[in-house]
């Protein structure tokens, strides 16, 4: 792998793990949307699989709630293995081309939700069929994208979690994301020793990118930098939509 694009790797991941550090989520959409700057999305996912399944890992069990998540959301967290499963050949077979066009409108629509700070509430008796249902359009866009937000993020958000059980239950649920995606890859043959090097890099730049935005978080302004944040998130998608689609026209 050319240093160029190394430094590049380095880069995207100590962005996405500052982003993290600050808000407290983003590595993945924030890696997987600059990667596909530089290359096609199986790859980028490749690249993001190592350090998105620790750092969310370590978000699952620090909590206490670990056993009730599951038991509330595990319709959730089966339709969203299945959809993973259902849609695995779609980042390398015939249509792999158009994932990075879906990574962009989807780059869009979760910043649109965000900035709009869409509030919505779902029914306790209404949890497991709406979150089995919201699984499985979420692990379908996933194994296409790498993306893993929407529609699954606001539905969370409806659930009326406290901040600290709500960190975790997404810690649980990226966490079965990032494992169901990385069978797929490593069946497919592109989770290998090809990314060990950039994998590591990538690690050690997400840590690291935490760390510093854990330690300046009481400096900024959460919301302000949340705010912009998501402005700059809306610019790459269409920029990632744009050129993409523009490529697959000409190709």
Request: proline share 5%; net charge positive; charged share 10%.
């Amino acid at each position: 792998m050319p240093h160029l694009l190394l430094i590049f790797i380095a880069a995207v991941f100590l962005l996405a793990g500052f982003v993290k550090g600050v808000i407290g989520l983003g590595l993945p959409t924030v890696s997987m949307g600059l990667l596909a700057v530089a290359m096609a999305p199986a790859h980028a996912l490749a690249i993001v699989i190592v350090p998105a399944i620790l750092t969310n890992i370590w978000q699952t069990f620090a909590g206490p709630y670990f056993l009730a998540i599951v038991k509330r959301l595990w319709p959730l967290l089966l339709g969203l293995v299945v959809g993973i499963w259902l849609n695995a050949d779609m980042m390398t077979g015939p249509y792999a081309r158009y994932g990075t066009v879906l990574i962009g409108v989807l780059l869009v629509i979760y910043a649109i939700i965000g900035l709009r700070r869409v509030s919505i509430t779902v029914r306790p008796r209404d949890e497991k069929w709406i979150g089995g249902i919201i699984g499985l359009v979420t692990g379908v866009i996933s194994a296409a994208t790498g993306v893993q937000v929407v529609p699954s993020m606001p539905f969370m958000q409806a659930l009326g979690m406290k901040k600290d059980e709500l960190i975790q239950a997404l810690g649980v649920f990226f966490t079965a994301a990032t494992l169901a995606q990385a069978l797929n890859l490593s069946a497919a043959g592109i989770l290998d020793e090809s990314v060990a090097v950039p994998g590591v890099i990538a690690l050690a730049a997400s840590f690291t990118g935490m760390a510093t935005g854990q330690a300046i978080r009481t400096r900024l302004e959460p919301e302000a930098f949340r705010h912009w944040f998501l402005i700059a998130m809306i610019l790459l998608g269409i920029y990632l939509a744009v050129v993409a689609s523009y490529e697959i026209h000409f190709a």
